[in-house]
């Protein structure tokens, strides 16, 4: 298995441009999540979708924040508008079961100027 | 909420030194996990603890849940420089979710 895969690996973009971050899990996880690191407030979780549904969003920052999982295979998640607050690395985790091991994507790595 | 806090924040050893880092909730955890993630990479899972007072091994490193599943340990044997990177407990409690700590950085001076 490949991993999970999360796309792009850098993102530059300026102040107030629309960021879509993706991700592809493994394949037969049924849990999905995001989580955002930063130097300040380390690992926090974002949003996480069990069965492609989300479960609990109350770690979204704001509502320029949005996540969807169309499908078992694929996630996004959105910022719009970006700013430069939001610069951080975005990782995307996968797990088969509830409260088992997670298994992480590379990252992304957002810098909003 | 649920809060997990780790200490120490940073960590310098002579390589050979051992390392141990403590991980505090401040609510009961069902179960607790350790990820290490390297300079530029990604946390990468070690070992899930289930059980009051559990402790368990691999090679070097060894892992311990507290009795009262409030509080978690890892300790590193005789260091090595592949050992570098930030270690990090999660816990989860009561809202079905993992919790990460702050995470221990641990730099390996040969």
């Known amino acids: 298995d490949a991993g999970v895969i999360q796309s792009p690996r850098h993102e530059v973009t300026e102040m107030g441009q629309e960021v879509t971050l993706r991700c592809k899990p493994i394949?037969?996880?049924?849990?999905l999540f995001w989580y955002r690191q930063t130097m300040m407030r380390g690992l926090e979780l974002l949003i996480y979708?069990?069965?492609?549904?989300?479960?609990?969003d109350s770690g979204m920052p704001e509502d320029r924040f949005s996540a969807k999982m169309p499908n078992a295979s694929f996630s996004t998640l959105k910022i719009q508008p970006s700013e430069p607050r939001d610069s951080a690395v975005y990782f995307c985790a996968s797990s088969h079961g509830r409260l088992t091991k997670l298994f992480f994507g590379s990252g992304t790595q957002l810098s909003v100027l | 909420g649920q809060q997990v806090m780790q200490i120490p924040q940073y960590q310098h050893v002579q390589e050979g030194e051992d390392f141990t880092t403590y991980c505090n909730s401040s609510?009961?955890?069902?179960?607790i996990q350790w990820y290490k993630q390297r300079p530029g990479g990604h946390p990468v899972f070690l070992i899930q603890l289930v059980k009051s007072g559990e402790v368990k091994k691999q090679k070097r490193l060894t892992f311990q849940f507290g009795e009262a599943k409030k509080n978690s340990s890892l300790h590193i044997t005789a260091t090595q420089t592949t050992d570098v990177g930030t270690y990090f407990c999660?816990?989860?409690?009561?809202?079905?979710?993992?919790?990460f700590g702050a995470g221990t950085r641990l730099a390996v001076h040969p």
């Open positions: 979708f069990n069965n492609n549904v989300p479960i609990d």
């Open positions: 394949s037969g996880h049924d849990y």
């Open positions: 609510t009961t955890l069902s179960n």
């Open positions: 999660a816990g989860s409690g009561g809202y079905n979710k993992l919790i």
